[in-house]
C-alpha cells in the first residue's frame, strides 16, 4: 500500500468518526438493540449475520475455527449467561457475550474465558444500572487500563477504569477496594453517567471531564476511535 493510499485511507477513517462522534453529541446517535431488531429478522438470519460478522471481521474469531466449539466455553458461557441479569433475554445474552468476548480475547490479561465472560457480564449489568451503553464502558477500560485489572497510574488512579481513591473519602467508604472488578466498575460508570447527566448529554465534555482534561478533546477523541473500531455493535 502506498504512502498516499495509507493516508487517504486514515483520513477517511477521521471523518467517519468524527461525523460519529457529532451525531452523538447532538443526539443523532439512536442504535437499535438486539431486542428490537429481532422483531423484524427471524433469529436463524441473525445468527448466521453474527457469525459472518466474526468471521470476516477485522477481529474475527480464530480460536472458534474448529468443527465443533470448545466445550469449556460453551459451559463458561452458559454459566455467565445464567448469571446476566441486565439483559432482555438468553439469545441477546448468548450474542452479546460471544462477540464482546471475541474481541476481547486479543489481551494478554484477557486470555482465560471464564475471566472475559465473568468480566464483560459484569460490564453489562453496571453499565446498564447506569444507564450507560457497555460498548462505551469497554471503551473506556481499553483507553484507561488496557482491561488490566491491578493498572495503577502515576497519580493513584486504579484498577480497569482508573478510579481515584478519593471517591471513596467523598462517598464515606473509605473501606472498599477499588482493585475489586465490580466495585471499581461501579463506581467509573457512576462517575461517567453524572458526567454525562451534567454535560446534558454531552459525550465529548462527559468523558474529559471522567478524564480531568475538560477543554481538551485528545481522550474523548481516542475513547470514540476506540468504540468504533473495536466495540461498536450494530445488532
Not at 422483531?39 to 460478522?53: D, E, G, Q, Y
Not at 469449556?72 to 448468548?94: G, I, K, M, Y
Not at 450474542?95 to 453489562?124: A, C, F, G, I, P
Not at 493498572?151 to 471517591?167: C, D, E, I, K, T
Amino acid at each position: 500500500m502506498t504512502q498516499h493510499s495509507r493516508l487517504g485511507r486514515t483520513n477517511r477513517q477521521r471523518v467517519r468518526t468524527c461525523n460519529w462522534a457529532l451525531a452523538l453529541m447532538f443526539g443523532r446517535f439512536t442504535g437499535r438493540s438486539s431486542h428490537s431488531l429481532r422483531r423484524n429478522i427471524p433469529k436463524p438470519v441473525t445468527l448466521f449475520a453474527l457469525a459472518t460478522s466474526l468471521l470476516l471481521g477485522s477481529h474475527s474469531a480464530l480460536a472458534m475455527t474448529s468443527d465443533e466449539p470448545d466445550p469449556s466455553l460453551r459451559t463458561a458461557l452458559l454459566n455467565a449467561v445464567n448469571e446476566a441479569d441486565s439483559f432482555e433475554d438468553e439469545f441477546d445474552a448468548q450474542v452479546w457475550l460471544m462477540d464482546m468476548s471475541t474481541r476481547l480475547k486479543r489481551y494478554r490479561s484477557m486470555r482465560n474465558e471464564k475471566v472475559r465472560l465473568d468480566l464483560l457480564r459484569m460490564v453489562h449489568q453496571e453499565a446498564t444500572k447506569a444507564g450507560l451503553q457497555p460498548e462505551l464502558v469497554l471503551s473506556v477500560i481499553q483507553i484507561e487500563s488496557a482491561f488490566d485489572r491491578f493498572a495503577l497510574s502515576y497519580v493513584g488512579a486504579q484498577g480497569y477504569m482508573q478510579v481515584m481513591p478519593f471517591w471513596k473519602k467523598e462517598i464515606g467508604r473509605d473501606d472498599d477496594n477499588l482493585m475489586d472488578t465490580r466495585t471499581n466498575l461501579r463506581y467509573g460508570c457512576t462517575i461517567l453517567k453524572h458526567y454525562l447527566d451534567r454535560e446534558k448529554g454531552n459525550l465529548i465534555r462527559a468523558l474529559a471531564r471522567y478524564n480531568g482534561s475538560l477543554g481538551r478533546t485528545k481522550y474523548p477523541e481516542k475513547v470514540l476511535l476506540a468504540w468504533d473500531k473495536y466495540w461498536f455493535v450494530n445488532y
